[in-house]
């Protein structure tokens, strides 16, 4: 009898312990130096400020800026006549290198300075100085030129370019020549990828210390071309005084927990997806699918059990568990939970959202798992709050967002908008779309920019679901498991191509992106 309690203990050591010891870590802590933190103008001006204060002479940063552009240009185009258009401020200022340079490179070059030399600053005045050259008319430069510069307004942009500086960008636009924006193409915001009136059209945005929230999000993004970043001897040193709290999404923010020599499946995680009923159940499988290959241990579906009878001619290597839920919480092996993909919108299924709550396991919520709190969202907030939203990710779309969290139509953009989200509910809140955004409770926001618009596609939500709960599973935390599944997903979609792909295609893509994101 002895012998039998301490085999059991320590069976229970080997599938509990390993894996509670493992459950939901973040590596989070250590990014506030990362190159993909994003700033905004506002923090941008801070850390050349701070640089500045700390010895750097503007001239050099402005000098350096100029370089990091004029670089660019000369390994991406073929020597050729160029044009530079530059602004009242410091944007024009690197203009003024960029002109200086290219000449002393021996290409033809002219420049237009749209604004007043005694308004200047100190820095950009002496680079004007030593361009030194005539100005052009507009008109020539505009016809004369192969490539142009756009260096009108960068972080300095603070309200809608209407007039002169609006028509100049719409014929700049015209001309369909190849434009080189300087930081930001001008009439994009910085810090939200909105249109200020009217935006160049650039094929590549050259970006100076870290790039912006508006390289990212929409409609900004589609401005920026290719985006490049250069360092221009801004110090890394102040930006823990800046503290910057949005990032980039990509494989340098998240381990994916590697497998280990000693493991099994449990040690990975056992996901239990809910079944939509007998006529809705592909979404549940779909998610299903994606966990499984996402790594999760096991994978089970639960639901009704007319429902499962349907999925038992589908599934392979996924289980069925007929048994309620309150009886499968009870089993501490199941760790992740996906809620909502073909759900349909019941009490029923909000009971099981609140019971997945109470029980802390880390869960997906999406879709009807989500409608099904429209009527009182602050129900699920208080719950959330209550037991702890750590390892809880919430996955609306706008429609479903806007429904659960109002319309924010005050809210200044999509960082904004999930960040107030995420602190009210207390979860994750990752913001679908063509641009998707993340945001924790503590206010870190990411952004997603890899996914393809062939990504909307019946079904691709469910995937997504699927491979964020799947990464709960094998223990990654929730903000961590929400950009990782985010970025996945994204990277799926761009390895399969351009046309013709369906959800279930992810699903495939799924062992060759996790091969290439692993560390
Ligand atoms: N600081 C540094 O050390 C470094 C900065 N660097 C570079 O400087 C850039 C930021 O420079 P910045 O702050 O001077 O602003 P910038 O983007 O040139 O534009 C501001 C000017 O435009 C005007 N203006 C604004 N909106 C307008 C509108 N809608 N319509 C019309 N006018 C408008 C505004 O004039 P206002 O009329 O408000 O007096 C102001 O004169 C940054 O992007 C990077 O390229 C690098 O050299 C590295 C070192
Ligand atoms: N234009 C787009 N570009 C990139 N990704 C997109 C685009 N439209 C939708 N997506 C992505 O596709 C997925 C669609 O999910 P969802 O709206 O839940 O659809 P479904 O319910 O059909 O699965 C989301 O991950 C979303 O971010
Ligand atoms: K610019």
Not at 181 to 199: C, E, K, L, N
Not at 234 to 251: F, S, T
Not at 391 to 400: D, K, R, S, W
Request: net charge negative.
């Amino acid at each position: 009898m002895k012998v039998r309690r301490e085999v059991l203990s320590r069976l229970h050591r080997l599938f509990y312990d390993g894996n509670r010891h493992r459950e939901y870590a973040s590596i989070w802590a250590m990014k506030t130096e990362s190159l993909n933190l994003l700033l905004s103008p506002d923090e941008m001006a801070e850390a050349d400020r701070l640089t500045i204060q700390k010895g750097v002479p503007e001239f050099e940063l402005m000098q350096n800026a100029g370089q990091v552009v004029a670089d660019y240009v000369r390994v991406n185009f073929s020597p050729c006549t160029v044009g530079v258009v530059c602004g009242p401020g410091n944007n024009g200022g690197d203009g003024f290198v960029v002109a200086r340079l290219l000449r002393d490179a021996g290409w033809f070059v002219k420049l237009t300075f749209m604004g007043a030399r005694d308004r200047l600053g100190e820095a950009a005045r002496q680079h004007l100085d030593l361009w030194g050259a005539e100005d052009s008319p507009i008109n020539d430069l505009l016809d004369e030129c192969d490539l142009l510069i756009d260096g009108l307004f960068g972080a300095g942009l603070d309200r809608d370019v209407v007039g002169t500086f609006a028509e100049l960008i719409k014929r700049m636009n015209r001309t369909r020549k190849p434009i080189v924006a300087i930081d930001m193409p001008s009439g994009i915001d910085g810090a939200t990828g909105a249109v200020r009136g009217a935006a160049i059209r650039a094929v590549a945005s050259v970006s100076f210390f870290r790039l912006k929230p508006g390289h990212f999000l929409l409609p900004g993004k589609s401005y920026c071309g290719d985006v490049h970043l250069g360092q221009i001897g801004i110090l890394d040193a102040v930006l823990p005084r800046i503290g910057g709290k949005v990032w980039h999404n990509g494989p340098d923010l998240w381990q994916i927990p590697p497998y280990e020599a000693q493991g099994h499946k449990y040690s990975r995680g056992h996901c239990l997806v809910l079944s939509g009923d007998a006529l809705s159940g592909g979404a549940a499988r779909l998610s299903a699918m994606a966990a499984l290959r996402s790594g999760a241990g096991l994978v089970s579906l639960f639901g009704d059990k007319a429902a499962l009878e349907v999925q038992a001619h589908h599934v392979t290597e996924i289980m069925l568990k007929p048994a309620p839920l309150e009886k499968l919480l009870q089993d501490e092996r199941f760790n992740s939970l996906v809620l909502g993909p073909g759900a349909g919108v019941t009490n029923a299924l909000r009971d099981k959202v609140l019971s997945t709550i109470a029980a802390q396991r880390g869960c997906v919520l999406d879709a009807d798992a989500l409608m099904a709190f429209e009527s009182d969202p602050k129900s699920l907030f208080d719950h959330i709050h209550r037991y702890g939203g750590d390892n809880i990710v919430l996955t609306p779309h706008g429609g479903e967002f806007a429904r659960l969290f109002g319309k924010m139509d005050e809210a200044e953009s999509k960082i904004e908008m999930v960040r107030i989200a995420a602190e009210a509910s207390g979860a994750q809140v990752l913001l679908k779309g063509a641009d998707t955004v993340i945001g924790a409770p503590d206010g870190r926001v990411v952004i997603n920019s890899n996914a393809p618009a062939i990504l909307a596609t019946a079904g691709s939500g469910d995937v997504l679901a699927g491979i964020i709960g799947g990464m709960l599973a094998r223990g990654m935390s929730g903000i961590d498991a929400a950009c990782g599944g985010a970025f996945i997903h994204g990277a799926c979609a761009q390895g399969f191509g351009k046309e013709g792909m369906i959800a279930s295609d992810l699903v495939a893509k799924l062992p060759e992106v996790l091969m290439a994101v692993d560390k």
